[in-house]
T-cell receptor
Framework: DVKVTQSSRYLVKRTGEKVFLECVQD?????MFWYRQDPGLGLRLIYF???????EKGDIPEGYSVSREKKERFSLILESASTNQTSMYLC?????????????FGAGSRLTVL | GESVGLHLPTLSVQEGDNSIINCAYS??????FIWYKQESGKGPQFIID?????DKRQGQRVTVLLNKTVKHLSLQIAATQPGDSAVYFC???????????FGKGTTLSVSS
């Protein structure tokens, strides 16, 4: 069964801490994405990556950075966590190519910043 | 920016009824639409998709309708079951290879 695995399901951090959210996919997908999900706002795109070492800003990149050193791994970094970054974070991947639109999601990482 | 939106944040139905979840989109250039289902504690899962050159597509108990004239997308679930209780998201793809844009979601509650 193909998978997108987010290593941490629940995290509690303090304001100002550096936070790493890790995502690994075993489908050899080129494209990977980070969304955050908030009640009433749906899913909003933070960053995405078309390939190793490549990254593109999404709609809400402020306060976040990403790292894609290996094809299977896409990390989301909060350099200095703030309370307004308390949210559910969803990682997704898909293959490259025409017709490749469907994203496969991980189970999510729920982050609470105190 | 342009976004995909849903008409109602919540929908409550009785088991066995047919459910219709609606979505309005604003980007007439979008060529591909997807419906996702998200159960509690899980990530969104693909249900069904439709391309802009189609107006209807059927799956198992689900049908997606696309009305490009009014930029409206709907998901119909036949004989709704308690296991269908979840949050449903529509998503659009402006062009191949770009990131999906998601709507705000509709929470479907099915009572038996």
């Amino acid at each position: 069964d193909v998978k997108v695995t987010q290593s941490s399901r629940y995290l509690v951090k303090r304001t100002g801490e550096k936070v790493f959210l890790e995502c690994v996919q075993d489908m050899d997908h080129e494209n990977m994405f980070w969304y955050r999900q908030d009640p009433g706002l749906g899913l909003r795109l933070i960053y995405f990556s078309y390939d190793v070492k490549m990254k593109e800003k999404g709609d809400i990149p402020e306060g976040y950075s990403v790292s894609r050193e290996k094809k299977e791994r896409f990390s989301l970094i909060l350099e200095s966590a703030s309370t307004n970054q308390t949210s559910m974070y969803l990682c997704a991947s898909r293959p490259q190519g025409p017709g490749a639109n469907v994203l496969t999601f991980g189970a999510g990482s729920r982050l609470t910043v105190l | 920016g342009e976004s995909v939106g849903l008409h109602l944040p919540t929908l409550s139905v009785q088991e066995g009824d047919n459910s219709i979840i609606n979505c309005a989109y604003s980007n007439s250039a979008s060529d591909y639409f997807i419906w996702y289902k998200q159960e509690s504690g899980k990530g969104p899962q693909f249900i069904i998709d439709i391309r802009s050159n189609m107006d209807k597509r059927q799956g198992q108990r689900v049908t997606v309708l696309l009305n490009k004239t009014v930029k409206h997308l709907s998901l119909q679930i036949a004989a709704t079951q308690p296991g269908d209780s979840a949050v449903y998201f529509c998503a659009e793809n402006k062009q191949a290879g770009t990131a999906l844009i998601f709507g705000k979601g509709t929470t479907l509650s099915v009572s038996s």
